[in-house]
């Protein structure tokens, strides 16, 4: 039998050292001395594989080396990470729940998002000692027994009182997490995407203060429609946090007269986005006078009668012109205009293209609806039951625009800590993972917004940096990684305690 040395890349960038036993040319077995972030820790892994090799033994004897007086690497952790990271957990109160399992799961996913069984990997390699698969599992079943997720959003809405004050404004909007599975259920069900997945989904519904921090989330059937989830999450946190008079932002996908009229009959203020097809009607006084002249920035004010019969209520509509959203729109009508020439000249198959009128066997430009859109680009325009002497109205344009800060909790949650596809199954697992979501969700916004970086670069910049132990004739002594700039700008801007 021979006995090798190898080094393996990672997954997670980082350099794995490994013993290799083969007996000719097969495998027997496989021993892991440990992962290396940089030369230094690669260098010191090697020499601890290569006393392990010499040896001949199948785990490092300590008391045999030392005693030769040379050094040996007992093990190596990135502590500093861990601590930022638990401490942010602890600052947000989330250790309420008292459960270090639970804990694991949400800072491992923060490190490296990864499924519920390979978290014992990612602790590994950063040097914690996890607790074992089946505690992890059992911790999932918990969440949901004793309601996790009601206890983060509360931890959470406090968080956000003492350092937004209390969010009598609040962000919502919905997004969809996909299944790799052929069959439905009574929860992944297919419905209506923003990706055009045919896929089983789930709708989740995500409420953040205006900063962009996550205060709840919900979890629906995948054909749920985005507009009957809104009132019961307003009104649950509402009922939650003895909150009045809230105001909640939403995207054009909210707007409809019954809609509104359910959500202001609820007791709730809105601003929602409006759709730019009525601004015609709404401006007429404008275009009338100034045609499709406006200034850089100009803000007009509006009314308009939404609904019929007993549903038609009069709703206060603004409009604001921008350069910059003109140049945008300008850029989409040509390419749009484009795609319909191509199929009036027979270069391009029929499909259905905004701008081309095909009536029989004759397919021309629409130039009337070319028009339209020519003399409406750069506005955009918001609804509102707010009175203007209770918000201006640049200040609930202000307000709508911090609608993109749910966008980017929703991009940070899929891509940097990877919610999707999800693996589990049954409803109580995939709400679990949700809840363990929205936990690392919390944390990860909260460090971004105290160290202004992205999680994912803070995680790469504190992740190398590595306590070694190393025993020397039978002592014990553990060496402090040198904190690079970056990691020492990091640390300048939390807390003290960090």
């Known amino acids: 039998?021979?006995?090798?040395?190898?080094?393996?890349?990672?997954?997670?960038?980082?350099?794995?050292?490994?013993?290799?036993?083969?007996?000719?040319r097969t495998v027997t077995g496989i021993e892991h001395i440990g992962s290396a972030h940089d030369q230094v820790e690669l260098e010191v892994l090697w020499e601890a594989a290569r006393q392990r090799l010499h040896a001949g033994q199948d785990m490092l004897d300590l008391r045999e080396a030392t005693e030769t007086g040379g050094p040996v690497v007992a093990g190596t952790r990135s502590r500093l990470l861990w601590q930022v990271?638990?401490?942010?957990?602890?600052?947000?109160?989330?250790?309420?729940?008292?459960?270090?399992?639970?804990?694991?799961?949400?800072?491992?996913?923060?490190?490296?998002?990864?499924?519920?069984?390979?978290?014992?990997?990612?602790?590994?390699?950063?040097?914690?000692?996890?607790?074992?698969?089946?505690?992890?599992?059992?911790?999932?079943?918990r969440c949901q027994e004793r309601d996790y997720r009601d206890r983060l959003s509360m931890a959470a809405a406090a968080h956000s009182a003492r350092t937004s004050g209390l969010a009598a404004m609040v962000m919502y909007d919905t997004t969809t997490l996909h299944f790799e599975v052929d069959e439905e259920d009574a929860l992944r069900r297919v419905g209506r995407s923003k990706e055009h997945r045919v896929d089983p989904q789930v709708q989740v519904g995500l409420l953040v203060d205006p900063s962009g921090f996550p205060l709840e989330v919900h979890l629906f059937e995948g054909n749920t429609a985005e507009t009957t989830s809104l009132i019961p999450v307003l009104t649950r946190f509402q009922q939650r946090h003895g909150v009045s008079g809230m105001v909640v932002v939403a995207d054009a996908g909210m707007l409809s007269a019954s809609n509104l009229n359910a959500l202001e009959d609820a007791g709730f203020w809105f601003i929602v986005g409006s759709r730019i097809t009525k601004a015609p009607y709404d401006l007429a006084d404008h275009f009338d006078r100034h045609g499709d002249h406006f200034a850089d920035g100009q803000i007009l004010e509006s009314t308009r009668v939404m609904g019929?019969?007993?549903?038609?209520?009069?709703?206060?509509?603004?409009?604001?012109?921008?350069?910059?959203?003109?140049?945008?729109?300008?850029?989409a009508i040509n390419a749009q205009i484009a795609r319909a020439e191509k199929i009036t000249t027979g270069k391009a198959p029929v499909t259905r293209t905004r701008f081309l009128k095909i009536s029989g066997a004759d397919k021309q430009l629409d130039q009337t609806t070319i028009d339209r859109a020519r003399q409406l680009a750069g506005l955009k325009g918001y609804v509102s039951n707010l009175p203007i002497q209770s918000m201006p109205a640049d200040r609930l344009i202000g307000a709508y625009h911090d609608l993109w800060q749910v966008e980017r909790s929703f991009r940070m949650t899929k891509s940097d800590l990877k919610a999707r596809p999800v693996f589990h199954h049954q409803r109580d697992a995939i709400e679990a993972h949700i809840t363990v979501v929205f936990a690392a969700l919390a944390v990860a916004r909260h460090l971004q917004d105290l160290t202004g970086i992205s999680i994912k670069k803070l995680v790469r910049i504190l992740r190398p940096l590595r306590e070694v132990d190393i025993t020397i004739r039978g002592q014990q002594l553990t060496a402090q990684p040198a904190l690079t700039d970056d990691a020492r700008q990091i640390l300048d801007r939390l807390p003290p305690g960090d």
């Not at 794995?16 to 000719?24: F, L, N, S, T, Y």
């Not at 009069?314 to 910059?324: D, T």
């Open 308 to 331: 019929i019969g007993a549903q038609a209520r009069s709703r206060r509509i603004v409009y604001q012109y921008s350069f910059k959203r003109r140049q945008r729109d300008d850029r």
């Open 1 to 24: 039998m021979t006995s090798f040395i190898r080094k393996v890349p990672t997954g997670s960038g980082a350099t794995a050292v490994q013993i290799v036993h083969k007996r000719g």
């Open 85 to 141: 990271l638990g401490d942010a957990y602890a600052r947000l109160g989330f250790d309420v729940l008292g459960d270090e399992a639970f804990r694991e799961m949400v800072l491992a996913r923060i490190i490296e998002p990864t499924s519920k069984a390979d978290t014992i990997r990612v602790l590994s390699e950063i040097g914690i000692a996890p607790v074992s698969l089946r505690t992890l599992f059992r911790s999932l079943g």
